[in-house]
């Protein structure tokens, strides 16, 4: 994978040369099928159905070497988000018939996915989602809607989450495979985020969608906890792949940015330095965990997690700090940490309470 990665960011520099004459679409356009065209899709999708084969660690470690190679966190995102599908929904869920339907093509890359969870105002908490997806002779109705969805502008391929009905007074819910095509499906709200450029978010519609019996992906009724609560585990420690390989850049540039520093500013870009080797080891534990379905392994990975966004925000400061002791950001290294600090405050407040519920475990603990 690292010469598919060498290949594909000796391409896209010419495509980054043009960003200033092309849409945000138009640029991740060409960069998609790039990606396609050098093999970057493939990973995380059986070589069966044309991947390179590889899970977890393997993905976050092709994120790692995408954006440190690339100075940039949109194109990874939307990559990231694409071989989870694959690997951790279709590949891991879909029925023969699904697998050999949508996995061949998504090696190809022939076009980005998309995971639709959230809804305006209410994101993605259970009790008041209500995208409704109603049970026809020909198959399901769904309406509703859904915000923020990454690569949804895009996708030739959207899990969405749907409610399927009720249980006592707990709503269940079932995940469908829709075709980016699909007649009723409406993308026009789409958002222009300051950060992650080139990578693609926006609300998506659904006016009485008809699917057909075989678009449920998984067990039917228990898409929330078979789907959703593993996503957000398996996105984090994808995302920690990507936070490293920008974290590792932005230290490559600023320790050639400076002829002569003094000690001070040695000692603190040793501290960066030391803190950014760490983090790369959390990450890959936290990949490889994903291959783990314990409870014991995602309270590990919950650990992990806060740890890793701690000692991130420590970099963040140092790096800080030593833009104003002299080593200055050029402007790739500016646009990177700007997407750091973004990427920063996406699920704080989940962070928090995971924090919260792991300090009231410690604190309410008895021995027996």
Known sequence: MNETITSFSEKAA???????????KELFDRLWR????????????????????????????????????????????????????????????????????????????????????????VGAHPKKLSTLAEKVPEGWHLTGEKAYISNGPLAGLLIVVAVVGEHHGKKEFSAFLMDGETTGLDRSKAMALPFFKPSLHGNIRFEKVTLDSGAVLGCPGAAYTELVLPFRRYEDAMMMGCVTGALRFVLTRLGASHAAPDDAVCETLGALAS??????????????????????????????????RAVAGICRDLVASLAEAGLSLDDRSRSVMEDLKASAGIAANIAKAKQVKLGRKMAYERDD
């Open 14 to 24: 010419v495509v980054w040369d043009d960003q200033g004459y092309l849409s945000d």
């Open 275 to 308: 803190h950014i080797a760490a983090l790369e080891l959390v990450a890959r534990e936290s990949a490889r965990l994903t291959e783990d379905p314990s409870i014991e392994a995602a309270d590990q990975c919950t650990a992990l997690l806060l740890h890793f």
């Open 34 to 121: 790039l990606a396609g065209e050098t093999g970057l899709c493939r990973v995380g999708i059986p070589e069966a159905y044309g991947g390179v084969g590889g899970g977890g660690p393997e993905i976050s470690e092709t994120m790692r070497l995408l954006t440190l190679e690339t100075g940039n966190l949109g194109l990874p995102l939307a990559l990231m988000i694409s071989q989870m599908v694959a690997h951790f929904m279709v590949g891991a869920l879909g029925s023969d018939a699904q697998k050999a339907s949508w996995l061949p093509r998504m090696a190809e890359g022939q076009f980005p996915t998309a995971f639709a969870v959230s809804e305006p105002k």
